[in-house]
């Protein structure tokens, strides 16, 4: 069974199982793959989280379910998995943008979140090129954001964390206190670090490889372990150049290849330039032992 095969699997389960109490290891036991890979990879790809697009399809479902019907509200929440009405119309009107008790009106405009399909197209209409190597264990220094992967949230935080950092004159400081003897070269590094068990949310740092022992206030160090990591480059503007990138890596590369994501921290490597053209992006990966 092919990568799109197995996402297509996945969708289907999620859709016949819709209104069970769905976990990421069953579906992504479906997918053949794990648990984490499964949802970095959606996320990455579909631009918002697992567990968002499963609460949106439950939501269009239920939207449907009281237009056309008498049954009473709460029933449909606690079919939905709501366990309460207050619960429900606050997820049904973030969604909506009105309390169920309104989605009976004639005219009234309802939101629908169709079901993902996954199907064969022509990919990789460029090359991409990677390198393998192999990461030391390292100590980084620098400021951090938390980060949520819900509706593609972290595609828009994240460019704005470097731009008020920028703004602040905070690159200049973080900077000042790199080690230039380090693997990265005394480079400023973006780290997604300290993923949740459902994947939905991270930290991201902004830092240098430092071995300073007096941080500033307002910053953090962080330690990251020996790993095997596949290197990409990402050449263009940016952020344009790194998201595309990194779309392509989950979408293209780790389907064509034998490796999953070790869930370990990501890194973006710039070339110490706050607005440079030139990033690279080191992808933590171990082999894949159902292939």
């Not at 016949?16 to 794990?34: F, K």
């Not at 830092?207 to 941080?215: L, W």
Request: overall charge negative; hydrophobic content about 40%; charged content about 25%.
């Amino acid at each position: 069974m092919n990568w799109i095969e197995r996402m297509r699997s996945a969708m289907e389960f999620i859709e016949e199982n819709i209104l069970e109490d769905l976990d990421s290891d069953s579906i992504a036991l479906v997918a053949d793959t794990t648990s984490f890979h499964f949802q970095r990879m959606f996320s990455i790809i579909m631009n918002i989280s697992l567990g968002e697009y499963i609460r949106h399809r439950r939501l269009t479902l239920a939207a449907h379910e009281i237009m056309s019907s008498d049954i009473p509200i709460i029933d449909v929440a606690l079919k939905y998995g709501y366990e309460t009405h207050a619960s429900f119309t606050k997820a049904f009107t973030k969604m909506h943008g009105i309390a169920p008790i309104y989605a009976r009106q004639p005219g009234i405009n309802i939101k629908a979140y169709p079901p993902i399909t996954f199907n064969l197209s022509i990919q990789g209409d460029t090359s991409m090129d990677y390198k393998i190597r192999e990461f030391k264990k390292t100590r980084m220094v620098g400021k951090t954001i938390e980060v949520s992967t819900a509706n593609g949230e972290n595609m828009k935080i994240i460019p704005k964390f470097w731009d008020d950092l920028v703004r602040q004159k905070a690159l200049e400081e973080i900077t000042a206190l790199a080690d230039k003897k380090g693997q990265f070269q005394g480079s400023l590094v973006g780290a997604c670090m300290s993923f949740d068990d459902n994947a939905e949310n991270f930290t991201y740092m902004i830092g240098v490889e430092s071995n300073e022992t007096n941080i500033p206030d307002g910053m953090i160090e962080a330690n990251f372990d020996s790993q095997k990591y596949a290197v990409f480059e990402a050449r263009g503007p940016q952020p344009e150049a790194i998201q595309k990138t990194w779309r392509r890596i989950f979408s293209e590369w780790f389907p064509a290849t034998k490796f999953i994501h070790a869930k370990k921290a990501e890194f973006e490597v710039y070339n110490g330039e706050s607005e440079c053209t030139h990033c690279d992006i080191w992808i933590p990966i171990e082999s894949d032992k159902k292939m």
